[in-house]
C-alpha cells in the first residue's frame, strides 16, 4: 500500500499550486474538483482515495448541506482544512465531526496536513479491503448486495431519498423493505430527524388509530394522560408504515386526510395540528387484489405510491446469495462450539439450488442455526437442513440439461428393453456417445453391452 499511488480527491476553489505540488512529491495522484456534485462522482470510483476539504473555499450554506452527500462515501477519509474563524462557526465544527476523518486548521504545518491525508486514506482502504475480501456492501452499509438487480435497487434508493415524496415499498416477506425504508430516510435531507417505524399488521385496529394519531386525555376510557402519536413522534422525519395492507379502513381515511393536508386529529382533540413527515410505507401482498376487492382505498394507494421501489426477492440476486450467507457467518461463528472455516461445496450449492421463498430473513436464520449445529469446520447442506433440495430446484442451465438427457434416455429405454443400439439411432447418437452419456450420469447400462463398456473406457 505504501508504495502505489495513493488517490486524492481536492474540492476546493481556489487550489493551492504549491500544495498541489507537495502532495504530488509525496506520491499524491490529485484530482480537483470544486462543487459537491464533481467530489461525488470522483467518491463513487471503484478505490479508496483520500479527501481534502478546502473549507476556506467560501461554500455557501445551502453548499455545505449538499456537501454532506459526497462526504458519506466510506470509501473516502475526508480532512477538512479550515480556519481558526471558520472553526467557531457551529455548523462547519458539526460538518467536520459527523462526516470528516480529521481536521487541520489553516495554516497548519505542511508535515500536519500529509500525515493527517495519509491516515485517512488509510483508513478508507480498510473500508473497501474488508469489502472486497468479505461481503461486497452497497452504498448503503448496512445493505448488502452487488448483484444487478441490487445495484438498480441502491440506485433507486438513492434517486428516492433526494426527494421528499412518498414512498411506496413493494416485496416479498424478508428481502429488506424495512432495510430500505430506513435507508432511503438516512440519505435523505432528513436524516437527523426522527425515523418512525409502525407495523400495521401488529396491532389491533382500534390500538392502531391511537398509537399512530395520539390521543388526548379522555378521549376513550383509560385515557388518563395525552399520548402523541407516532405521526406526531415522526415530526421534521421520516414514519414508516409497515404492513400498510392491513389498515383498517377508519385508519386509511384518517391517514388519507393526513397526506393530503399535512393535518392529523388526536383522538378526542379539538384542534387540528400541521406535521411535516415524509412517509414512506411497505407491503409485502398485493395491494393491487385489496382494492380491487375494495379493503383498500385506491385514492389512499396513489397517494402513498408516488414513487415506488421494488425488492427483488432473493433468489433474483445470484451471487449475493453466496455473499450474504458467508456476511451472516462470519457475524455469528463465534456461536459455534469450534472454529469454522465456511461452507462446504454441497452447502454452497445447497444455498443457490434453495429458492429462498423467506428471503434474506430465512437465510440469516438458517445461517445462524446451522452455525449452532454444525460439528465438522464446515458448513454442509445438511447442518443449513437444505440437503433434500437439491434435486428438484433447477438452477443451473448444466442441471437442467443433466436431468433432461436422463429422462429421454430412459424413455427411450423403456421403448427398447437391453437394446443400446436402438436407443442410440433414436436418439440420433453413436452408440458410444450414448455409453458415455449413461456412465456420466450414473446409469447403469444393460449386462450384454460389455463390449460397448470396454470400447467406451478404452
Ligand atoms: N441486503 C441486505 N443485507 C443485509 N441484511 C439484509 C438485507 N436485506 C435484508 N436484510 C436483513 O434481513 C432481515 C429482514 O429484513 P426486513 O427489512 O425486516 O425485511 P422485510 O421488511 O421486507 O420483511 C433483517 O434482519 C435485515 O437486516
Ligand atoms: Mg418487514
Redesign the pocket.
Known sequence: MENSPRSLIYLTRTSDQTLRGLLASRGWTIRVVSSAREAEREAMRDAASAGLLDLNSQFDKHELASLERCLSASKVGWVAAASAEQMADASIRRLIRDYCFDYVTIPCPDEKLVNALGHAYGMAALTVGAGEHAVS??P?G????SSEA?LKLFRALRKVSATDAPVF?H????????????AIHDQSPRRRAPFVAINCGAITPQLLLSELFGYERGAFTGASQRKIGRIEAANGGTLFL?EIGDLPMEGQASLLRFLQEGVIDRLGGFESIAVDVRVIS?T?FDLDAAMREGRFRSDLYHRLCVLRID?PP?RA?GK?IEI?AR??LERYKSDASRPLRGFSDDGVRALYNYDWPG???E??NRVRRAIVMTDGRLVTAENLELEQTETPMLKTLAQARERAEREVIEQALERHPGRLVDVARELGISRVTLYRLMSALGMSAPKDDRDLREAAEG
Open positions: 456492501h452497497g448503503l448496512e445493505m448488502v448486495g441490487m415499498v416485496g416479498e416477506s424478508g428481502t429488506g423493505k424495512e432495510l430500505c425504508a430506513q409497515d411497505a409485502h425488492n432473493l440476486r449475493d450474504l456476511h451472516v428471503n434474506v430473513r437465510l440469516i
